[in-house]
């Protein structure tokens, strides 16, 4: 209903127009994405030059890379928790100076140290961020269209992931590679003034009630489950939920999965679809156009009818996965099953993100601990794969061995979807 009495479909088109424009906060948030997302994934094309430019090996190098990778892990937890009793507006503003902070120690780096020092810090932003800038993001829309927002708001993480490796290549290849970092810390400055100006303040607050029994309202496929714990006894409280854990399981086997399959896809184009290393750059601008789509279509088909769209996108990747290894020969079934893989990949990010916060009853812990399930799955999924061609089984060996690990997130999205219609679902 509206402020006048009229219901929404009695609304004339201009006034549901207005009611479903995306708040201008979103855009910040998204940008925001955008800038991490750029950091996490420019390295991979200015290694070369990095290791070259400090002397040091390919594998000293990579470094920058997993120690990234470990520090978001660490910090989704460890800033989340630390953070829980301040106002969500303030600590995403903190989080985006850290990460400021983090790529210009990298632009400006006179050592390698400086420079691992400058990734770390940058990357522990990175958890935090998606996790409360989710609760954010859903708080700014109507509830039916929670899962849209946070889409809109990993749209930028997305866009990053299809710019993110080429837009590092070119602008190190024409300009050195610090010049890369200094444009990722003036994007970075431009999401914080976003972020600053144009969230609302209380943003995702709301007046904190005890997290007890008989506080929790039930769950609705339209609404949060509770108001949101603040206090940080209250958010570990969220984790004796079995619902919290299933979604977190089904998040690092599902993003496990396909990540395990990912780590070694230049290989798997170039040994077995007899590509060229030249064109293994555009083939995983392929794969980032899949998981732009599949953000949007993950987010729309969440707000619909979550557990089944959960269920359909992780069945979609792994027949996706099981496909791409029989096909894997042939170019033309390639690049269509990367751009399958990354669109059915990601289209369970805005729902997994939802269910878990829900289950958690908005506790900034349990969105920051969905994105690190997230990593320790890319971290099991890869070692796996690696396992696999170690063995000797080929380079479409982590491609069966990650639908293997998504086949389980599957069971595990429908045991949750199953508990949740019984009386005791959130027990």
Known sequence: MTEFGLRDTELPPRGRQERQRTPTGLVALALGGFGIGLTEFLIAGLLPQVASSFSVSEAAAGRLISGYALSVAVGAIALTAATARLPRKGVLVGLVALF?????????????????????????????????????????????????????????????????????ALVGERWGWRAAFWAVTGIGVLALAGIATLVPQGAGQTRQLPLTKSRQLPLTKSSSASVPPVALRDQFRAF???????????????????????????????????????????????????????????????????????ILALLGLTVT?????????????????????????????????????????????????NVSASNVGNALGAWLGGLAITAGLGYRAPLYVGAGIVSISVVVMGLAASLERSPAADS
């Open 321 to 369: 996965l099981v496909l791409f290894g029989l096909l894997a020969a042939s170019a033309t079934a390639s690049v269509i099953l990367v751009f399958l893989m990354g669109l059915f990949g990601f289209a369970a990010v805005p729902g997994m993100t939802t269910r878990v916060t829900d289950h958690a009853h908005g506790a900034a812990l349990g969105a920051s601990a």
């Open 240 to 310: 004796r939920s079995w619902q919290v854990w299933l979604t977190l399981t089904a998040t690092a086997l599902g993003y496990g999965g396909m990540f395990g399959a990912f780590s070694y896809i230049a290989y798997t184009f170039t040994d077995v679809g007899g590509f060229s290393p030249s064109d293994v750059a555009w083939l995983l601008m392929v794969y980032g156009v899949g998981l732009v789509v599949g953000n949007v279509i993950g987010g729309r088909a969440a707000d619909h009818d979550r557990d089944p769209a959960l």
């Open 100 to 168: 400021v902070l983090g790529n210009l120690l990298s632009a400006v780096a006179p050592s390698y140290r400086v420079m691992l020092l400058g990734r770390i810090v940058a990357a522990l932003c990175h958890g935090s961020f998606f996790g409360i800038g989710s609760l954010v993001a859903r708080s700014l829309v109507a509830p039916e269209r929670k899962s849209r927002a946070v889409a809109v708001m990993f749209a930028g993480l997305t866009v990053a992931n299809v710019l993110g490796v080429p837009f590092g």
